[in-house]
């Protein structure tokens, strides 16, 4: 059983030398403006996954995973020996969707933010739809609710006020 700590650790530390390698040794032509977002490690330190973000379009994108794909033995083996572990983790690279999430989610709240500003807007001048008394009431009608109202609090005993 590995101590869940380490594993962190490692994947930190695979996040960081995949970064430094890929800043400063890959040269690339395909690889584009590239951000290493995170590392995942198995609990046996044998599998690594490796999250990425690409500024640009699908072309920047494909280019770039095939540049990481051409780069791998090469950044494996970086990542094994700062490691100092039997067996080099083989690294997997996945484009993170995060970011494209997240831009998702702001434009809703973006809608949803004029939607209520809509609402404040046309209900700025607004009046309620009716009067205090809702219902129509005939004349008559209403001196037996007065009556009905007048009986109702007689029978109330002297102490109770609801």
Do not use: C
């Not at 030398?17 to 403006?33: C, E, F, H, N, Y």
Request: avoid cysteine.
């Amino acid at each position: 059983m590995t101590d869940p700590a380490r594993v962190r650790r490692h994947a930190e530390r695979v996040r960081e030398l995949v970064a430094s390698v890929v800043r400063t040794q890959i040269k690339d032509p395909r690889l584009g403006m590239i951000t290493i977002t995170d590392a995942r490690i198995t609990p046996d330190l044998r599998d690594a996954t490796v999250f990425y973000t690409v500024l640009g379009d699908a072309a920047a994108q494909t280019g770039t995973a095939a540049a990481l794909a051409s780069a791998n033995g090469l950044l494996r083996s970086t990542v094994g020996k700062a490691l100092g572990l039997r067996h080099a983790p083989t690294l997997t690279f996945v484009l993170d969707v995060i970011p494209e999430h997240a831009k998702h989610i702001d434009e809703l709240l973006d809608a949803a933010r004029s939607a209520d500003a809509e609402v404040q807007r046309r209900a700025a001048g607004a009046r309620y739809a009716g009067d205090p008394q809702p219902y129509r009431v005939e004349e008559d009608d209403a001196d037996d609710l007065a009556i009905v109202d007048d009986a109702a609090v007689a029978d109330q005993p002297a102490g109770d006020s609801r």
